[in-house]
Nanobody
Framework: QVQLVESGGGLVQPGGSLRLSCAAS????????MDWYRQAPGKQRELVAI???????YCADSVKGRFTGSRDNAKNTVYLQMNSLKPEDTAVYYC???????????WGQGTQVTVSS
């Protein structure tokens, strides 16, 4: 059973930056992609970024140009670098992955990001 553990959230002022981490308890090569989602209060969970096995990142239009994904295979960790943060980026951010072969889905516990002055 793989576990995904997010970290790096917190309170930041508008225009600031944060880097989220998602550490897997097993090899991240077990997954085709590792994705970041977020859920704001009263809203549906939405896809923020997809990080492929070769490190390519595809971001939602709402964060494109401000957020960047990356991965460290040796640490079994993916990252979400968030720059130029806006109050509307406030949400709980979740790491998500689907295991190759089994199709089993994994979610992290989430990390809170609050953008406020």
């Amino acid at each position: 059973q793989v576990q995904l553990v997010e970290s790096g959230g917190g309170l930041v002022q508008p225009g600031g930056s944060l880097r989220l981490s998602c550490a897997a308890s097993g090899s991240i090569f077990s997954f085709n992609t590792m994705d970041w989602y977020r859920q704001a209060p009263g809203k549906q969970r939405e896809l923020v970024a997809i990080i492929t096995s070769d490190g390519s990142t595809y971001c939602a239009d709402s964060v494109k140009g401000r957020f960047t994904g990356s991965r460290d295979n040796a640490k079994n960790t993916v990252y979400l670098q968030m720059n130029s943060l806006k109050p509307e980026d406030t949400a709980v951010y979740y790491c998500y992955a689907v295991e190759r072969g089994t199709g089993r889905e994994y979610w992290g516990q989430g990390t809170q990001v609050t953008v406020s002055s």
